[in-house]
Each structure stands twice: as C-alpha cells, then as structure tokens.
C-alpha cells in the first residue's frame, strides 16, 4: 500500500530565509507525486508534481522539488519565503492502478516570521 | 478555469440529523472525492467516484454515503450526524486516466455537529 510521510508537523522560518520541505513515500513502482498548498481557509491549490523525467520539478510561486528515488523522498524547497507563504503544505502519491486516487500526507503548517 | 464549488462553508447541525453536503465541478472531470481533513491526520478519502452512480469506498466510509445523479454532481450524506463527524469536509474531481492526475479542490466545507 501507497503511504506519505511528511516527518515535521509544523516549521517556523524567517521571510527571505530558505525554506525545505520533506516527503518521504513508501511505494513499489514509480510513484506520481504531488506538492499542495493550503491558504487559510481555502481548499488545496496544486504547486507541482512529479511523473517522470527529470528530477527537479519547477512549480508555481518560486517552490521547486527533487525526486530522490534512493531516498524515496520528493522535497520541497523555496530558496526566499515570502509572508503570503504562510501555509499548510500536503505532499500526495499516487500510482497508475490507483483510479487516480491519491494518498495524502499529514501536512505541514508553515509560519512566517517577519 | 476548472471550479469545484461545495454547497456550504459552515454548516453547524445537531446529533441525529441527516446531513447533505454537495459539490459541483464544471470541468466535465470523470473523477470527483470527497475527503476529510482534519488536524495531523492530513486528507482521508471518504468515498470517489469514477463515473455517474458508480462509487467505491475510501479509507473511511463508515457513517458517510454518497451519491452520483450527474457527471458534475457529487453529493456527501451523513444520514445520522454525529459529534465524531464535526471536521472540514473537502470535494475534488480529475480526470480519469492511465495516470493519476491533478485532483482540484473546492473550498471545504466546515461541519460543526452540537
């Protein structure tokens, strides 16, 4: 079974500091992987995702992402966070026999300090 | 655009009472979810469905039924509310494909149940 770990709950970070996000999944073949950013009140907006190719996925906003097959990790990384970054961040797999469903990480809650 | 709208932003109900939440998308998807979220516990898929009056559980369906008339409809039922319920409840759809693709999100729906 498909599963999505994002290991930190909550991050705090400094606007204009860099910013890195981890996922860590746990499936056989190749996984679709997905970042998602939830605004305050607003349902998920889609930020990049991952099928094949190359490794280091360009996204909306300045956020970028890199498939670590060896790891089994696709983080997500902005190099300067800007206050309207403030946000909750899904990472999501899915897989080609799963009907396009997607297994969902727990999040993590980003906070931008001024 | 593709947009996913759900009836209601809060909806505050009472034990016992059948719930209806509903959701619209206008993308022609084939694929549309209903998930619910709640703190440190990330999405869970309650039910999806892949085409009209076809539904296949998700993760969590127990307490919840669905229901699939017309392509862009895709309607959430609590027939008895219960408190364990109260959580934000969020529809998506896709398109149905060899690969998973990009889920879009509506804006939730946050259920209080007194």
């Known amino acids: 079974a498909q599963s999505v770990t994002q290991p930190d709950i909550h991050i705090t970070v400094s606007e204009g500091a860099s910013l890195e996000l981890r996922c860590n999944y746990s499936y056989g073949a190749t996984p679709y992987l997905f970042w998602y950013v939830q605004s305050p009140g607003q349902g998920l907006q889609l930020l990049l995702k991952y099928f094949s190719g190359d490794t280091l996925v360009q996204g909306i906003k300045g956020f970028e992402a890199e498939f670590k097959r060896s790891q089994s990790s696709f983080n997500l990384r902005k190099p300067s966070v800007h206050w309207s970054d403030a946000a909750e961040y899904f990472c999501?797999?899915?897989?080609?026999?799963?009907?396009?469903?997607?297994?969902f990480g727990a999040g993590t809650q980003v906070v931008v300090t001024p | 655009d593709v947009k996913v709208t759900q009836s209601s932003r809060y909806l505050v109900k009472r034990t016992g009472e059948k719930v209806f939440l509903e959701c619209v998308q206008d993308m022609d998807h084939e694929n549309m979810f209903w998930y619910r979220q709640d703190p440190g516990l990330g999405l869970r898929l309650i039910y999806f469905s892949y085409d009209v009056k076809m539904k296949e559980k998700g993760d969590i369906p127990e307490g919840y039924s669905v229901s699939r008339e017309k392509k862009e409809r895709f309607s959430l039922i609590l027939e008895s509310a219960s408190t364990n319920q109260t959580s934000m409840y969020l529809c998506?759809?896709?398109?149905?494909?060899?690969?998973?693709?990009?889920?879009?999100f509506g804006p939730g729906t946050r259920l209080t149940v007194t």
């Open positions: 999501a797999v899915g897989s080609t026999d799963s009907w396009g469903k997607l297994q």
């Open positions: 998506a759809s896709s398109w149905l494909g060899p690969e998973p693709y990009e889920q879009y």
